[in-house]
């Protein structure tokens, strides 16, 4: 016990040290909170828009996923070379543990993490689009201002 003496003093002089660290910056703290105290830091520069909205949690269900797959290639291969050894005790961990992983698979499916960006939903047209609409009523003519009147060639007249 007695060479685990100066180990055990340094661990309690580290959390003495905390401790009081902790105490004192308490009673120490001036407190007069603001809006520029409380503005997160850019290293100087004021932001100037909101900051962006948090990620899907869709994403962190696929990122946990890839790191699943990193893992069953981890147990994978080493029981692909040695499966003569591992038997059949080998076989049945191999296939519980791509059993829980093919759940975590369709769980994920189901979830709807695999499907990125917006939804994209067909709107019915029928009814929406006048019949006198065409191409020259609807589209506009951008850097003609000024030229005068512009043939389909685009000389003017």
Known sequence: MGQ?????VLIILAILFAAISLVVSV???KR???AAKSAPYECGIV????????????FYLVAMLFI??????????PYAVARQTLGA?????????????FLAIVYVVAKGALDWGPLQ???AVGGVVAAERTSTTTIRRVGLEGRGEADEGGEAA
């Open 27 to 29: 009673f120490l703290n």
């Open 68 to 77: 699943m797959f990193d893992i069953e290639i981890v147990f994978l291969y």
């Open 47 to 58: 932001p100037s828009r909101e900051p962006p909205n948090r990620f899907p949690v869709s």
């Open 32 to 34: 007069h909170p603001n």
């Open 4 to 8: 685990y003496l100066a180990v055990v």
């Open 89 to 101: 005790y080998g076989f049945w961990e191999i296939l519980s543990f791509s059993a829980v992983f």
């Open 121 to 123: 939903r067909r709107r």
